[in-house]
T-cell receptor, first 113, second 114 residues
Framework: NAGVTQTPKFRVLKTGQSMTLLCAQD?????MYWYRQDPGMGLRLIHY???????AKGEVPDGYNVSRLKKQNFLLGLESAAPSQTSVYFC????????????FGQGTRLTVV | AQSVTQLDSQVPVFEEAPVELRCNYS??????LFWYVQYPNQGLQLLLK??????LVKGINGFEAEFNKSQTSFHLRKPSVHISDTAEYFC????????????FGKGTLLTVNP
């Protein structure tokens, strides 16, 4: 059972570079989310999607873009990385309706130098 | 808007001792309540949740939590902890109809010492 898979697991970027984080889930979930985790801050929602072809902003969307072209994939893009985007990024998915449990990936540790 | 306050950033305890991790929330609407656990270098895993009904909720690994509406609290408890319970614990809320978005507290690091 793969669940939620994030690629890559680690990455170091230089300021100004771009990259895309991939999240894939094999549970046929409708809802997908990108969170960032910073020390002492808990997790904060960046963007989310309620279904294929839809995306919406979360609490901290600036500097990020997302796309959900296929139901199973949710991509997070950084167009021009900044040191403030150094963080651990988690993808999550939820079936929705009365099944409210969120399933999380293992995380992507991103360092911007 | 909702907010979650976890009152202790770190809780050290000895093995086999009881533990309580405290969580208070603020919301103008009713919310679903969750506790997630994060083991080192891993993602988050659901421990337990309160949606409605009985205010005492039992979860995995012997944990339980009690929803107190008047005090807007959802404290997590375990009567006897093990070394393997060492992890970070996050309390989270989600209002019904919010597309299941979670608002997290800042986390409590539980360290169980031998």
């Amino acid at each position: 059972n793969a669940g939620v898979t994030q690629t890559p697991k680690f990455r170091v970027l230089k300021t100004g570079q771009s990259m895309t984080l991939l999240c894939a889930q094999d549970m046929n979930h409708e809802y997908m989310y990108w969170y960032r985790q910073d020390p002492g801050m808990g997790l904060r929602l960046i963007h989310y999607s309620v279904g294929e072809g839809t995306t919406a902003k979360g609490e901290v969307p600036d500097g990020y873009n997302v796309s959900r072209l296929k139901k199973q994939n949710f991509l997070l893009g950084l167009e021009s990385a900044a040191p403030s985007q150094t963080s651990v990024y988690f993808c999550a998915s939820t079936q929705g309706q009365m099944n409210t449990e969120a399933f999380f990936g293992q995380g992507t540790r991103l360092t911007v130098v | 808007a909702q907010s979650v306050t976890q009152l202790d950033s770190q809780v050290p305890v000895f093995e086999e001792a009881p533990v309580e991790l405290r969580c208070n929330y603020s919301s103008s609407v009713s919310v679903y309540l969750f506790w997630y656990v994060q083991y080192p270098n891993q993602g988050l895993q659901l421990l337990l949740k309160y949606l409605s009904g009985s205010t005492l909720v039992k979860g995995i690994n012997g944990f339980e939590a009690e929803f107190n509406k008047s005090q807007t609290s959802f404290h997590l408890r375990k009567p006897s902890v093990h070394i393997s319970d060492t992890a970070e614990y996050f309390c989270a809320v989600s209002p019904p109809g919010s597309n299941y978005k979670l608002t997290f507290g800042k986390g409590t690091l539980l360290t169980v010492n031998p």
